[in-house]
């Protein structure tokens, strides 16, 4: 039911030629990722349309945990295919209200795709999420903190 009327949306859209815009960036340099986010209650804040902001996340200004997720794997959508690719240290960057968010890699684990994810809400960090590649049975996660 959600879905029919998130479609009966993007058609009303499309048909009033309304565009919206994203608020944020997000860049990830070591495996070449440059995406737009879009609000959290935006109809394109959709996993099958783009990088995501989760509605449970913080946004950088916030100081709190910012939380985005995209798909892996081969398709056009697969904005985080090269997740896996990323190490420690490595930088993951957000631009926000005219404001540059730079956070350092610290962890990267497996987590069971039990339909939940446990995400760890720590002050001025980022967790990145994404299928694991290869292994339909496990998430990706990859968590990072604030440069200062």
């Keep these: 039911m959600l879905e029919c009327v998130r ?6 859209l499309a048909f009033l030629q309304i565009e919206e815009t994203p608020i944020m960036y997000i860049e990830i340099p070591k495996i070449n990722v440059k ?3 879009y609000e959290k209650t935006s109809i394109e804040n959709d996993i099958n349309r783009h990088v995501i902001i989760m509605k449970e996340s913080s946004y950088p200004n916030e100081n709190r945990n910012v939380i985005i997720g995209a798909h892996s794997g081969t398709g056009p959508l697969a904005y985080f295919k090269d997740l896996d690719k990323v190490s420690i240290g490595d930088q993951i960057i957000i631009n926000y209200k ?3 968010y730079v956070y350092v890699v610290k962890n990267i684990h497996k987590d069971d795709k039990n339909g939940k994810i446990i995400i760890r809400d720590y002050d001025n960090s980022i967790t990145l999420f994404t299928c694991y590649p290869n ?6 996660i990859v968590t990072g903190s604030l440069q200062v």
């Design 7 to 12: 479609e009966i949306l993007l058609i009303i």
């Design 35 to 37: 995406e737009e986010i």
């Design 98 to 100: 005219n404001t540059k």
């Design 135 to 140: 292994d339909k049975n496990n998430y990706l």
